[in-house]
């Protein structure tokens, strides 16, 4: 079974960055393989899309708010696809979740949590002065 491991999270100043990482872990799941999305929940609000990559194509999407400030990015050799911060804001505080699109299908401009799976438990990002 597949499980995702997010990491990376912590507290920054407005104005500060973060790299979060996204990790398989017990399987044969591979990056290059599979499409993965990074998405985020704050506070009483529902969880939204920040960025995705397909697998095969290599083609990624972000959301307007994060567009020219995130990205996304995958390294083979270590099976890992990374979120890269900058210019944090405090409306970017939240817990930030990947998955897993298992038909390399669903990363569109509006990146959509609906068709994602296997998630992983998150990690915390808070952006404060």
């Known amino acids: 079974q597949v499980q995702l491991v997010e990491s990376g999270g912590g507290t920054v100043q407005p104005g500060g960055s973060l790299t979060l990482s996204c990790t398989p872990s017990g399987s044969d799941f591979t990056v290059d393989f599979y499409g993965i999305g990074w998405f985020r929940q704050a506070p009483g609000k529902e969880r939204e899309g920040v960025a995705c990559?397909?697998?095969?194509?290599?083609?990624?999407n972000y959301v307007d708010s994060v567009k020219g400030r995130f990205t996304i990015s995958r390294d083979f050799a270590k099976n890992t696809v990374f979120l890269q911060m900058n210019r944090l804001n405090p409306e970017d505080t939240g817990v930030y979740y990947c998955?897993?699109?298992?038909?390399?299908?669903?990363?569109?401009?509006?990146?959509?949590?609906?068709?994602?799976?296997?998630w992983g438990r998150g990690t915390q990002v808070t952006v404060s002065s």
């Open positions: 998955a897993t699109d298992l038909y390399d299908t669903y990363c569109t401009s509006a990146v959509s949590p609906e068709k994602y799976t296997y």
């Open positions: 990559v397909r697998a095969r194509t290599g083609i990624k």
